[in-house]
């Protein structure tokens, strides 16, 4: 399933650095997230859209920004990496309007390491 | 507050055996819960929620709202099964419709 893409998929990186996880949708949602995976912690929300317009602040946004370029684009920015922020970072869609209800579809993740 | 807890990290059950995976929330409103699966090497995807009552590969959750609990529940575990098993909350009030997620629960089935 392509549907949901994220790149890059591994990255490592250098404390100070600023990086950009890129997201891409070709499933014409207008909702679109990012995520955080640390082991034991499960899933926790950084930012979230819901449209192009429309950017909000999730559970742990401090240290990151996002850009919603189009509907189909959603990237995640850190400013200025920090090893604390060494996570698999996971972006998803939803469509509440399609009657898919609640239902995210994500991407595979990107894995970030930051020394 | 706004809560999913899944007291488990770690199930380990033989092949054959029925597996339950615990789910406990919080939430004051009427939540809507799913399950999400994460096999090896593949993406976080749906495996069911509450509001479609339906059984899939086996799995079957039902909302408890007296014990506020959505357990997962399968009597006779497989192989394939093994893999990384979260519980979400949304509530049907809040229109930003945010999933809340448990720190999740590795399905282990040994043969």
């Known amino acids: 399933d392509a549907d949901v893409t994220q790149t890059p998929r591994n990255r490592i990186t250098k404390t100070g650095k600023r990086i950009m996880l890129e997201c891409s949708q070709t499933?014409?949602?207008?909702?679109m997230y990012w995520y955080r995976q640390d082991p034991g912690l499960g899933l926790r929300l950084i930012y979230y859209?819901?449209?192009?317009?429309?950017?909000n602040k999730g559970e742990i946004s401090d240290g990151y920004s996002v850009s919603r370029q189009a509907q189909a684009k959603f990237s995640l920015s850190l400013e200025s990496a920090i090893p604390n922020q060494t996570a698999l970072y996971f972006c998803?869609?939803?469509?509440?309007?399609?009657?898919?209800?609640?239902?995210?579809?994500f991407g595979p993740g990107t894995r970030l390491t930051v020394l | 507050a706004q809560r999913v807890t899944q007291p488990e990290k770690l199930l380990s059950v033989f092949k054959g055996a029925p597996v339950e995976l615990k789910c406990n929330y919080s939430?004051?409103?009427?939540?809507?819960l799913f399950w999400y699966v994460q096999y090896s090497r593949q993406r976080l995807q749906l495996l069911l929620r509450?509001?479609?009552?339906?059984s899939i590969k086996g799995f079957t959750a039902d909302l408890n709202k007296g014990e506020t609990s959505f357990h997962l529940k399968k009597p006779f575990a497989q192989e394939e099964d093994s893999a990384m098993y979260y519980c979400?909350?949304?509530?049907?009030?809040?229109?930003?419709?945010?999933?809340?997620w448990g720190a999740g629960t590795k399905l282990i089935i040994k043969p």
């Open positions: 979400a909350l949304s509530g049907l009030e809040d229109s930003n419709y945010q999933l809340i």
């Open positions: 509450h509001i479609s009552r339906e």
């Open positions: 939430y004051s409103g009427s939540p809507e």
């Open positions: 499933k014409g949602h207008d909702r």
């Open positions: 998803a869609t939803s469509d509440l309007a399609a009657g898919e209800g609640n239902e995210q579809f």
């Open positions: 859209s819901f449209d192009v317009k429309d950017i």
